[in-house]
């Protein structure tokens, strides 16, 4: 019997490499407005936040939506050129349905870039539930994202896990009661993640089989 049957999946830094595009669209949304010396060691501590509590938090503004705006531009023009998955990623999404266990998304990016990366890495199709920070009131590290998903799924939080990079990943799974996996490849380090109570911490996408309970092929 398998350990978990559900397996919910934060997006940029843990599926998609979106690492380097993110820190490019900060920069250039936030040029004039921070200091000369912005870069990405301002980032990178706070990647995976809702990027309106980022760009407040770096701008020090109330009103930030031209910096919103701005990113958006600069994300949604260089994106095909930055993002990819990471490695053994569509392996293990396609072993994880073929063994019958549910797989979602849930991240704090809008739905039109969350939709536009899953298609570009042709691995929208494993995903039974895909919950946006468009779809609830209060984002990560609340509970709710991953109670929509699992809802949406239609299980509950007994036997499902939460995969992030981010300690609100970690802390949004514990929220609602699921075990949590980090990712060591984390901007972030595994450290930090360990210490927000994960789980478990992985190296490589395929260590996710044993967690589940599958073997490796």
């Keep these: ?15 998609l490499d979106t690492n380097e595009l993110i820190i490019r669209s900060f920069i250039e949304a936030l040029q004039g407005v921070v200091a000369d010396d912005f870069n990405r060691d301002h980032i990178i501590p706070s990647m995976g936040a809702p990027l309106v509590d980022q760009m ?11 910096l919103v705006e701005a990113y958006r531009e600069v994300n949604l023009r260089l994106h095909d050129e930055y993002v990819k998955a990471f490695d053994y990623v569509a392996e293990v999404l396609e072993r994880l349905q073929t063994a019958g266990v549910k797989i979602g ?6 739905r039109l870039t969350t939709d536009r990366g899953l298609a570009f890495v042709d691995i929208a199709r494993y995903m039974g539930a895909v919950v946006t920070i468009d779809d609830v009131v209060n984002a990560k590290p609340h509970a709710e994202p991953v109670e929509k998903a699992l809802a949406l799924l239609g299980v509950g939080p007994e036997k499902a896990l939460m995969v992030g990079d981010s300690t609100v990943d970690i802390l949004s799974g514990i929220n609602a009661g699921v075990d949590t996996v980090a990712v060591a490849w984390s901007m972030k380090g595994e450290q930090v993640l360990k210490e927000a109570g994960a789980t478990y911490v992985i190296h490589d996408m395929r260590d996710l089989y044993a967690i589940v309970g599958l073997e490796l092929n």
């Design 1 to 15: 019997m398998r350990a978990y049957d559900t397996v919910l999946f934060d997006l940029d830094g843990t599926i």
């Design 105 to 110: 998304v849930v991240t704090t990016k809008m």
């Design 56 to 66: 407040k938090r770096f701008s020090g503004l109330d009103d930030v939506e031209h």
